[in-house]
């Protein structure tokens, strides 16, 4: 059975840093595009970042670029996402999902994990 489990979140200060864990288990996951998305209170889900299937290639979210940094081991089935100078807009729950092409698109992505609550606050 696919899974895809976060971890990580938590209350951080503004400008202070967090990283978030995708543990992926039940499918090939080299295989798979990994992608992260947020969704804020009240706000759509967005696409934050994805990293292709062996890290070669990554992309950003305009509002993330410069601050945030995904990177994934194949070896430990898990993909992280760094993020360095939060701000309080950051403050959402993030989603770690699966797929066969590198998107900021939701429907891209047919795996989601559960979430985990990111919370920027001084």
């Known amino acids: 059975q696919l899974q895809l489990v976060e971890s990580g979140g938590g209350l951080v200060q503004p400008g202070g840093s967090l990283r978030l864990f995708c543990a992926a288990s039940?499918?090939?996951?080299?295989?798979?595009?990994i992608g992260w998305f947020r969704q804020a209170p009240g706000k759509e889900r967005e696409g934050v970042s994805w990293?292709?299937?062996?890290?070669?290639?990554?992309n950003y979210a305009d509002s993330v670029k410069g601050r945030f940094t995904i990177s994934r081991d194949n070896a430990k089935n898990t993909v992280y996402l760094q993020m360095n100078s939060l701000k309080p807009e950051d403050t959402a729950v993030y989603y770690c999902a699966a797929g066969r092409y590198g998107s900021l698109h939701l429907n891209e992505y047919n795996y989601w994990g559960q979430g985990t609550q990111v919370t920027v606050s001084s």
């Open positions: 990293i292709s299937r062996r890290g070669g290639s990554t």
């Open positions: 039940g499918f090939t996951f080299d295989s798979y595009v």
